[in-house]
């Protein structure tokens, strides 16, 4: 934890704003260094007390989910599901680390509704971390959604694609077959087939139309560097997000479509 930690206060330092912002960022270094179930409790006082700063809660919910204390469970899903990338990245680097039977399902509520789609790369790869039950059945669906011509967010997509692989389920063959006619996703998706098994040719398999994003200058393509699944560490700019400005949503509210019963969200701040 100690790199993410790191570059977690270290952007959230650029945000600090007064000395009053500097002496409770200091206060939450302190909790982090005695790590003591006392400075827990203090922790999770911060994630419900009013008008508190995200920066606050997001390092706060941070640490709790990393100590496996589930009492972060709530504000990190918020996080995950947050317009800024590197948010959602700290918040699925600790949502992995929390151990929480829901995240799954919260993961898989925000990878599979599409009106978030620009902000599901990180549940997606999250839930390739996961390898939870749910795992595999969500992101085949948000593949099969995605293979449509012209589609933005083809980095979703590709991280699909790489975590169904990772996975090593079969029932994912035939949404890595379509996968393999999308140029962008075609040599991910044979190495995906043939880590199951399949060896396709991706050779001469590309549609006229290019699959997502359509083809050779694809539309969107700002400020996406590789990352690993689900760390906050590699290519913080990366978000199909940042790419649509937040197509279908606005981008403008951390909780939507995280609701219901599926998610185990109770809107609870």
């Not at 009106?115 to 999250?126: D, E, K, Q, S």
């Amino acid at each position: 934890m100690e790199d993410e930690f790191h570059e977690l206060t270290d952007r959230v330092r650029a945000e600090l704003r007064s000395p009053q912002d500097l002496v409770a960022y200091e206060r939450l270094l302190g909790l982090a260094r005695k790590n003591t179930p006392a400075g827990r409790e203090e922790l999770a006082r911060m994630l419900v007390a009013v008008e508190r700063p995200l920066w606050a809660r997001e390092i706060a919910a941070f640490l709790l989910g990393c100590a496996g204390d589930k009492r972060a469970f709530e504000t990190l899903v918020l996080l995950l599901n947050y317009r800024d990338p590197v948010r959602c990245a700290t918040a699925a680097h600790a949502l992995a680390r929390l151990g929480d039977p829901r995240t799954a399902r919260a993961a898989a509520a925000l990878a599979t509704n599409p009106l978030r789609t620009a902000y599901a790369l990180h549940p997606v790869r999250l839930l390739a971390e996961l390898r939870a039950p749910q795992s595999v059945p969500a992101l085949i669906a948000t593949l099969e959604r995605l293979l449509t011509p012209h589609n933005p967010y083809w980095r979703v997509a590709l991280a699909c694609v790489e975590g169904l692989g990772a996975l090593g389920d079969r029932r994912a063959v035939p949404a890595l077959t379509a996968a393999v006619g999308h140029p962008r996703l075609a040599a991910a998706a044979a190495a995906s087939l043939a880590r199951l098994g399949v060896h396709e040719d991706a050779a001469g398999r590309a549609g006229p139309d290019g699959g997502p994003d359509g083809g050779a200058d694809g539309g969107p393509d700002r400020g996406q560097g590789p990352e690993r699944g689900g760390s906050p560490g590699a290519g913080r700019a990366d978000s199909d997000g940042a790419d649509s400005g937040g197509a279908g949503s606005g981008g403008a509210d951390p909780g939507a479509g995280a609701s219901g019963a599926d998610s185990g969200v109770s809107r609870r701040r």
